[in-house]
């Protein structure tokens, strides 16, 4: 296997390079490119994964305008005017490196190795670019660990510990479900092809529920919405719980063969009969009933738990209580019965068995609070931060807090990313990063069973280096024995393969299709059962240790002065905030006719969203779409989107979700009027 870096283009002519998607996305697609000298002029989809079936979404289909942007970094750069001016000059790699490896160094003497804080997210990286020559770097080193908890830390533990990560039903197998629960999240921007399963199954009969806060694309499709007030997914979904044991439609049998705490789960439903989870969720009581009826009565029944439901306060007991569900009224067994939540553990990979060296006992620090860690911490400061596979200035919560730490004139960052950010305009050095499509990574499906190569169909642009190569060289300079540096990326695909369970890497080495569970379409508790240690259902997960208590419901933190909900959810334009240099236009937010005919705000007006935190001006869009009382801005905006340079997320508390220490963006409590014209 050639080393990209010393490769010559593929062929001057026209070929078609096949290889994958890593982005953020459940769905991991295969891809087919077309390369004609030396540059990127198609993006397809590809047969190679079954679920992909030849189409992408708009995001990678278009993928190359970021590759060859504008905004591309090309070279390593270091600060040449003042701190965010964004301003910098050129520098060679080996002084970029060289200046880095020095102030770490310089750093651990006088403060000690927890002085150094590398801050990532993998969620649009595979096994190679994320937790592998970076964190065997960065572990070497003793450097303060970061707990991701941007996304998916309450789910992840709830999954974890009811389930012990047990792999869900495949899309496939959705055409066959008779009743389909889309819970907290929306396919049709964030995994597509999940959507034409829906649609089969709904021609074959199938009745679809969706609960979000917003009519989706499903949700207008759909036989049943619920639009539930964010952050009350936990009482909804313990009223279905409760309602369940009383009609008697309780699988009995299935709880004491199968699960551990359900009389615990029982008695924490009780409080919740359906009229007060539908008072507390804003939505009208014969729907809750007709859905608790539905799901006691209908098999096969299937429920996609989303992301969404996770992003608040009592996010973690929401996801556990939607995940017990289908063990309660015994929903397993069937094909197109259970849940779906993250298949990304199907596959049994440990990261700790690919890194391969031990955790240090450093301190830990919660992403989610970049902006106090920067400001506040003191045992030892931060002196070093390095951002890679992450644009924290637009996607961590308490902006304007993260913004006031990057501006600290001690603080040395380090920004290893694609395009110029909102993030690398604070950075002193910036060092320029491959895309997927420059660089080897193994991309694992989240939803779809796909474990697939990715490959690069060119060179990297101008004098781009991957994460592994980067991670190699630091870590030459600062003499750490054991990390491979002469092998280049090829040979750190082959390492990484080589440490994946079941021949799984020989597989995608070979570019044959790596089996999941169950052949990809796994029955639960037929093909695959709980990872638990004891084989069990914990519907009452002692393990987990929850800030008010398990399945305990924390009130809205609205008040008089700020009262509408704002949420901050996926669009079609980004994956988090990758791409975010491409999106169009000024940034709207989403409100019902109601909200804004009492705040006299009409379609297309200037607007201030604000509270105690910080304020955003945009355009107001003024939608049906919106349940009353809650409005949308999306998720990932970039600076450039709105009119002072704020987003979302200047709104949003740093606190914490009641498991798991997650991220609570849909807890940001707003006001909106009218902004003065100019």
Not at 165 to 172: H, P
Not at 367 to 375: E, I, V
Request: with cysteine; aromatic share 6%; net charge neutral.
């Amino acid at each position: 296997m050639p080393d990209p870096k010393i490769s010559p283009p593929r062929s001057w002519g026209r070929s078609i390079v096949p290889t994958a998607c890593p982005l953020d996305c459940p769905d991991c697609c295969s891809l087919s490119v077309t390369v004609e000298r030396g540059k990127i002029v198609k993006i397809d989809g590809s047969t190679a994964a079954p679920s992909t079936d030849g189409y992408i979404c708009g995001k990678v289909r278009h993928f190359d305008r970021r590759v060859y942007h504008e905004a591309r970094i090309l070279q390593p750069a270091v600060r040449s005017g003042p701190k965010g001016s964004g301003r910098f000059s050129n520098v060679t790699w080996d002084e970029a490196l060289d200046l880095i490896a020095a102030r770490m160094q310089e750093a651990r003497d006088r403060f000690g190795a927890e002085s150094v804080l590398p801050y990532h997210y993998g969620g649009s990286n595979g096994i190679l670019t994320n937790d592998f020559a970076d964190a065997r770097f960065f572990r070497r080193f003793g450097a303060s660990r970061l707990a991701r908890t941007l996304c998916a830390a309450p789910t992840g533990e709830a999954a974890t510990a009811m389930y012990g990560r047990m792999a869900g039903v495949g899309y496939d197998d959705y055409a066959r479900a008779r009743l389909i629960i889309v819970w907290g999240c929306n396919p049709s921007a964030t995994g597509i092809h999940l959507v034409s399963h829906i649609k089969r199954a709904q021609h074959a009969g199938a009745k679809l529920v969706v609960i979000d806060p917003r009519r989706t694309p499903l949700a207008r499709l759909a036989d049943l919405h619920l639009p539930v007030r964010p952050g009350t997914d936990l009482p909804v979904a313990l009223s279905l719980i409760r309602e369940l044991f009383v009609r008697g439609q309780a699988d009995q049998a299935f709880l004491a063969t199968h699960t551990l705490g359900s009389d615990q789960l029982r008695q924490a439903a009780e409080p919740w009969p359906l009229a007060r989870a539908a008072a507390i969720a804003g939505i009208r009581e014969q729907d809750l009933a007709t859905l608790a009826d539905w799901y006691g009565t209908i098999s096969p029944a299937v429920i996609r738990c989303g992301w969404g439901q996770e992003r608040n306060r009592n996010g973690g007991g929401a996801t556990m209580a939607i995940l017990a569900l289908p063990a309660v009224a015994g929903k397993f067994g069937v094909r197109g019965g259970g849940y779906t939540m993250s298949n990304s553990g199907a596959w049994n990979i440990k990261a700790e068995t690919i890194i391969g060296v031990p955790q240090p006992a450093s301190r830990t620090v919660n992403m989610n609070h970049l902006g106090r860690a920067l400001l506040e911490y003191q045992d030892p400061p931060i002196q070093v931060l390095f951002v890679y596979n992450c644009n924290p200035v637009a996607t961590v919560p308490d902006q304007n807090r993260v913004k006031r730490g990057l501006m600290r004139e001690d603080l040395f960052t380090v920004v290893h990313e694609q395009v110029l950010t909102d993030t690398t305009a604070y950075a002193d050095v910036i060092l320029p990063a491959t895309t997927f499509l420059e660089q080897y990574d193994i991309a694992k499906g989240y939803g779809a069973y796909h474990l697939q190569l990715v490959q690069p169909v060119i060179a990297p642009v101008g004098d781009a280096r991957s994460n592994h190569d980067v991670f190699g060289e630091l870590a030459a300079r600062l003499g750490q024995d054991g990390q491979a540096t002469d092998l280049g990326e090829a040979g750190g695909l082959m390492e990484a393969a080589g440490r994946l369970p079941d021949d799984h890497g020989a597989a995608v080495l070979d570019g044959k299709r790596a089996i999941a569970p169950g052949g990809g379409a796994p029955v639960q508790f037929v093909d695959v059962h709980p990872k638990t240690p004891d084989g069990k259902v914990h519907l009452y997960p002692a393990a987990v240790e929850a800030r008010h208590g398990l399945y305990a419901y924390a009130e809205d933190p609205a008040t008089d002065r700020f009262p509408l909900s704002l949420i901050s959810p996926a669009s079609e334009h980004t994956v988090s905030s990758t791409l975010g240099e491409l999106r169009p236009g000024m940034a709207r937010l989403k409100m019902h006719p109601a909200d804004a005919i009492a705040r006299v705000i009409a379609d297309g007006d200037p607007i201030k969203i604000f509270n105690e935190l910080g304020e955003v001006h945009c355009e107001a869009a003024i939608t049906g779409d919106m349940r009353e009382g809650t409005v949308s801005l999306p998720k990932g905006l970039w600076a450039k989107s709105t009119f002072n340079g704020a987003t979302a997320n200047a709104l949003v508390p740093d606190s914490l979700t009641d498991i798991a220490g997650g991220a609570c963006f849909n807890d940001a409590r707003v006001q909106v009027e009218l902004l003065a014209r100019h």
